[in-house]
């Protein structure tokens, strides 16, 4: 299982930028999908969570408002569109899946960078 994530870069504050994170390879069936950070220094943070029955999300306070979570069943990817970005958003942003056993995986992430 490989779970790419991609879309980070460098943004301005109040800017926005859309992840996108690529699931394949064999994998039991899926019960969430999420994305989580880590800045330098910072404890790992769980910013958004998707239950693939029901589609229930969930957010971090400090993202609740600007950012989205959203899955493409056809393409097996998840997308965190993150608006009004603020400084205190850099970090890399890795997404993960849990199956129904309970087992995640995660991938390599990506680095988002808010800066003037």
């Known amino acids: 299982v490989q779970l790419q994530a991609s879309g980070g870069g460098l943004v301005q504050p109040g800017g926005s930028l859309r992840l996108s994170c690529k699931v394949s390879g064999r994998i039991r069936s899926i019960n969430t999908m999420g994305w989580y950070r880590q800045a330098p220094g910072n404890q790992r943070e769980v910013v958004a969570t998707l239950t693939t029955s029901g589609g229930k999300t969930n957010y971090a306070d400090s993202v609740k408002g600007r950012f989205t979570i959203s899955r493409n069943n056809v393409e097996n990817t998840v997308h965190l569109q993150m608006n009004s970005l603020k400084p205190e958003d850099t970090a890399a942003y890795y997404c993960?899946?849990?199956?129904?056993?309970?087992?995640?995986?995660w991938g390599r992430g990506t680095l988002v960078t808010v800066s003037s």
């Open positions: 993960y899946v849990v199956d129904d056993t309970g087992f995640n995986y």
